[in-house]
């Protein structure tokens, strides 16, 4: 199980930071993702992170604005999003995928768990 937390409103120039905690898996040789969706768009990839060595991987769009980490004793995957613009609204997911070479396997069709979003609304 993937359960998001931390989404909501914030004012252009704001910050947030999503958590996902992983239950109920063995995460090695996983990578952790984080998805989004606006309306009307498709689902994209944000950001990845290996589990196994910590490699990082983010979109042009988020480069030097997010920031993915994660707490192993937790299991807890952050996503550190300043300086938040409209265009970042959209409903966020956490995500497993396989491991890989993370630049092309940080992808919504290598994904194996989703979970269930949690909303983020960039708007003065």
């Known amino acids: 199980r993937l359960a998001e937390s931390g989404g909501g409103l914030v004012q252009p120039g704001g910050s947030l930071r999503l958590a996902c905690e992983a239950s109920?898996?063995?995460?090695?040789?996983?990578?952790i993702g984080w998805f989004r969706q606006s309306p009307g768009k498709e689902r994209e990839e944000v950001s990845c992170i290996s589990v196994t060595n910590g490699d990082t991987y983010y979109i042009d769009s988020v480069k030097g604005r997010f920031t993915i980490s994660r707490d192993s004793a937790k299991a807890i995957t952050y996503l550190q999003m300043n300086n938040l613009q409209p265009d970042d609204t959209a409903i966020y997911y956490c995500a497993l995928l396989p491991s890989g070479v993370i630049q092309n396997r940080c992808r919504t069709h290598w994904v194996g768990s989703w979970g269930q979003g949690t909303q983020v609304t960039v708007s003065s």
């Open positions: 109920g898996f063995d995460l090695d040789y996983y990578l």
